[in-house]
């Protein structure tokens, strides 16, 4: 009864450093999101996907990229990381429908250096 | 923009008291709102979704009010436990795309 896991849970990079945030869900869900949340700002969509194979851009896309190449995975990619990108981040999934909820992980804390 | 505020100071009620949460959101016209609780190093935990056309929706010590005329929504917990204790979300959500957009959260302390 896993749901939505991510990993790594912490990490620390430094600056100009790369790395990748996997998401894994097993409700076999359509619909995958990945957010950052910044204390006083809420939650903030980065991406999303409402497929395999497909991507899609949120709120704060600047810097991150991310891919769907199966269902259940979804991964957020760090290019070049940067101090603005500390936070935490979460990953959701859900049906799809807007009258359904999104279903989050535990996080992964991420501070740049 | 779409704007949603929560009140962004923490509240602190007393156990077995009534906590009312407020969520205000101008230039949106959402479908659905969720509340959502999130506990310290966790992430957060769907609790309740109401309708626009739906004026109350109540779970076991849980209501939830929605007022598309004054864009607000009211989140109620009734005989409050210290175990209640935790940041709440609210989040709007559009009919077609059912992206959301989240609040800020209220934290909640309930006192013995």
């Known amino acids: 009864n896993a749901g939505v896991t991510q990993t790594p849970k912490f990490r620390v990079l430094k600056t100009g450093q790369s790395m990748t945030l996997l998401c894994a869900q097993d409700?076999?869900?359509?619909?995958m999101y990945w957010y950052r949340q910044d204390p006083g700002m809420g939650l903030r969509l980065i991406h999303y996907?409402?497929?395999?194979?497909?991507?899609a851009k949120g709120e704060v896309p600047d810097g991150y990229n991310v891919s769907r190449l199966k269902k259940q995975n979804f991964l957020l990619g760090l290019e070049s990381a940067a101090p603005s990108q500390t936070s935490v981040y979460f990953c959701?999934?859900?049906?799809?429908?807007?009258?359904?909820?999104?279903?989050f992980g535990d996080g992964t804390r991420l501070s740049i250096l | 923009s779409q704007k949603i505020e929560q009140n962004s100071e923490a509240l602190n009620i007393q156990e077995g008291k009534t906590a009312t949460l407020t969520c205000n959101y101008t230039?949106?016209?959402?479908?659905?709102l969720q509340w959502y609780r999130q506990d310290p190093g966790r992430g957060p935990v769907f609790l309740l979704l109401?309708?626009?056309?739906?004026k109350e929706k109540r779970k076991e010590r849980l209501k939830v009010t929605f007022d598309t005329t004054l864009k607000q929504s009211l989140f109620h917990i009734t005989a409050s436990q210290p175990a209640d204790s935790a940041t709440y979300l609210c989040?709007?959500?559009?009919?077609?795309?059912?992206?959301?957009?989240f609040g800020q959260g209220t934290t909640l302390q309930v006192k013995p």
């Open positions: 959701a999934s859900n049906s799809g429908r807007s009258n359904q909820p999104q279903h």
């Open positions: 409700m076999n869900h359509e619909y």
């Open positions: 996907s409402v497929g395999e194979g497909t991507t």
């Open positions: 230039n949106y016209s959402p479908a659905y």
């Open positions: 109401i309708r626009e056309n739906e």
């Open positions: 989040a709007l959500s559009h009919l077609k795309t059912g992206k959301l957009i």
